[in-house]
């Protein structure tokens, strides 16, 4: 379940909630803000569930400072903490964070390796330098911190297309899939990818999670439900970096005509261009029954799923109201 940084008051006790009604874990999402602060106050008031980024972004901070907030989430919570990454886009990361995105494949892969050298070796004395194509550490003057509660923390990398699906199996704990992910994108090449990566490193499919989001905007009222999930299928459709994504669903020129507005940051004023087609390629809309018997299928894929409604452009009663029929359905 998603637990973003709300009211002290609401976020206390939707995660106490979700640890008595038995749930795994909880995700925290990096939209702006670092997602470490919700998920440090979810950890003073729970034992039992498992506390992860969902996700933080790999480039919007040094790796650095993502490693010792791990760290520190770790401690705080006795090790139920996960790290969640994601790349998001080159626009936001250059634009909104000022930090380089370059190749974002090699540029993982390398942010990866310093997190876990850090977790494992900054409190051992050991760590004299790191020189990559994206980061240069100094570690020379660096006081070696308290040990870690864990020197190992699963990392888990959430991707949108094949080449970062395939890498996050190759070299992390678990794949999380985008939440823009349609069913027959999560069955069909999701797994293809993942199958790739795991063969590359010589892995098992049983050494990695994997973590699914399927949007589900549960309402007896199906065309409310689908004009509700208008606006955020504009927010991801109108990113250009998801172009491609959305041709090859066939949704090239709705795509286009969305980035329109996301370009002058309206993304909401071309929300009604979204036809009810798009919609439920990437949201399962309707009653619940129907909505459960629909995304079925992505058991045969994933370990684990993380139900969510589609939230943009919907006022805050509106996607709490959507998120307890999520919660009655699939967590009672």
Same mark, same amino acid.
């Given at each position: 379940?998603? &637990? =973003?940084?709300?009211?002290?008051?609401?976020?206390?006790?939707?995660? !106490?909630?979700?640890?008595?009604? #038995?749930?795994? %874990?909880?995700?925290? =999402?990096? +939209?702006?803000?670092?997602?470490?602060?919700?998920?440090?106050?979810?950890?003073? +008031?729970?034992?039992?569930?498992? /506390?992860?980024? %969902?996700?933080?972004?790999?480039?919007?901070?040094?790796?650095?400072?993502?490693?010792?907030?791990?760290?520190?989430?770790?401690?705080?919570?006795?090790?139920?903490?996960?790290?969640?990454?994601?790349?998001?886009?080159?626009?936001?990361?250059? #634009?909104?964070? @000022?930090?380089?995105? #370059?190749?974002?494949?090699?540029?993982?892969?390398?942010?990866?390796?310093?997190?876990?050298?850090?977790?494992? !070796?900054?409190?051992?004395?050991?760590?004299?330098?790191?020189?990559?194509?994206?980061?240069?550490?100094?570690?020379?003057?660096?006081?070696?911190?308290?040990?870690?509660?864990? &020197?190992?923390?699963?990392?888990?990398?959430?991707?949108?297309?094949?080449?970062?699906?395939?890498?996050?199996?190759?070299?992390?704990?678990?794949?999380?899939?985008?939440?823009?992910?349609?069913?027959?994108?999560?069955?069909?090449?999701?797994?293809?990818?993942?199958?790739? @990566?795991?063969?590359?490193?010589?892995?098992?499919?049983?050494?990695?999670?994997?973590? /699914?989001?399927?949007?589900?905007?549960?309402?007896?009222?199906?065309?409310?439900?689908?004009?509700?999930?208008?606006?955020?299928?504009? $927010?991801?459709? #109108?990113?250009?970096?998801?172009?491609?994504? $959305?041709?090859?669903? %066939?949704?090239? !020129?709705?795509?286009?005509?969305?980035?329109? @507005?996301? !370009?002058? @940051?309206?993304?909401?004023?071309?929300?009604? /261009?979204?036809?009810?087609?798009?919609?439920?390629?990437?949201?399962?809309?309707?009653?619940?029954?129907?909505?459960?018997?629909?995304?079925?299928?992505?058991?045969?894929?994933?370990?684990?799923?993380?139900?969510?409604?589609?939230?943009?452009?919907? =006022?805050?009663?509106?996607?709490?109201?959507?998120? %307890?029929?999520?919660?009655?359905?699939?967590?009672?």
């Amino acid at each position: 379940m998603i &637990t =973003p940084a709300v009211p002290p008051g609401v976020l206390a006790g939707q995660a !106490k909630m979700y640890e008595q009604a #038995g749930l795994e %874990g909880l995700f925290a =999402p990096q +939209v702006y803000g670092p997602p470490f602060v919700p998920l440090a106050a979810a950890a003073a +008031v729970t034992t039992r569930v498992k /506390l992860a980024s %969902g996700i933080a972004l790999a480039f919007a901070r040094s790796p650095f400072e993502t490693a010792m907030a791990a760290i520190d989430l770790d401690r705080i919570s006795g090790g139920r903490f996960i790290l969640g990454l994601g790349c998001s886009i080159r626009s936001w990361s250059e #634009g909104f964070f @000022g930090m380089p995105y #370059g190749r974002p494949l090699e540029h993982m892969r390398e942010v990866v390796e310093i997190i876990r050298l850090i977790i494992a !070796k900054a409190h051992t004395g050991e760590l004299a330098s790191f020189e990559g194509l994206y980061h240069r550490h100094d570690f020379s003057e660096l006081q070696p911190p308290p040990p870690p509660l864990r &020197t190992e923390l699963p990392i888990w990398i959430a991707a949108l297309r094949g080449p970062l699906v395939s890498l996050s199996a190759e070299i992390a704990d678990g794949v999380m899939g985008h939440a823009i992910w349609s069913i027959r994108w999560a069955t069909n090449e999701g797994p293809e990818a993942i199958k790739h @990566g795991l063969a590359r490193a010589g892995k098992r499919r049983s050494d990695i999670e994997v973590n /699914l989001w399927p949007l589900v905007m549960i309402n007896n009222d199906r065309a409310e439900a689908i004009n509700d999930s208008r606006a955020t299928i504009a $927010f991801y459709a #109108g990113m250009a970096q998801y172009e491609e994504y $959305f041709g090859a669903h %066939g949704f090239r !020129k709705e795509a286009q005509r969305l980035q329109e @507005g996301v !370009k002058r @940051g309206d993304y909401l004023g071309v929300a009604h /261009l979204v036809p009810v087609e798009m919609v439920e390629t990437f949201v399962t809309c309707g009653p619940a029954d129907e909505v459960r018997k629909r995304i079925e299928p992505l058991w045969d894929v994933a370990n684990s799923l993380c139900p969510v409604p589609a939230p943009y452009g919907l =006022p805050a009663q509106k996607v709490l109201a959507y998120g %307890g029929a999520i919660a009655s359905t699939f967590y009672s």
